[in-house]
């Protein structure tokens, strides 16, 4: 098994920034992939970042150029610093680890922008 736990997020006003963080722990040996999903209210959830640990990365279209994941491997520990922060960005964003798809997630934690 493998636990994640999230820190960061909060409230902000339209063009401003937060960042969020994740640290893994347990069964780590099983994790290739770590990342970030997001659900808004109404909505599915959806991809916004995925970092694998080669630092390869992929980016949902709406936030590239905005934001940037970043991984320390030895922490255990996948980065999100989201800039320019939009009202649509608005949702609880979900941590999750996996070997190629996440498999593990996190509690999520509340981002809010205001505009």
């Known amino acids: 098994q493998v636990q994640l736990v999230e820190s960061g997020g909060g409230s902000v006003q339209a063009g401003g920034s937060l960042s969020l963080s994740c640290a893994a722990s347990g069964s780590i040996f099983s994790i290739n992939a770590m990342g970030w999903y997001r659900q808004a209210p109404g909505k599915q959830r959806e991809l916004v970042a995925r970092?694998?640990?080669?630092?390869?990365?992929n980016y949902a279209d709406s936030v590239k150029g905005r934001f940037t994941i970043s991984r320390d491997n030895a922490k255990n520990t996948v980065y999100l610093q989201m800039n320019n922060l939009k009202p649509e960005d608005t949702a609880v964003y979900y941590c999750?680890?996996?070997?190629?798809?996440?498999?593990?997630w996190g509690q999520g934690t509340q981002v809010t922008v205001s505009s």
């Open positions: 970092i694998i640990r080669g630092g390869n990365s």
């Open positions: 999750g680890a996996g070997l190629l798809n996440f498999n593990y």
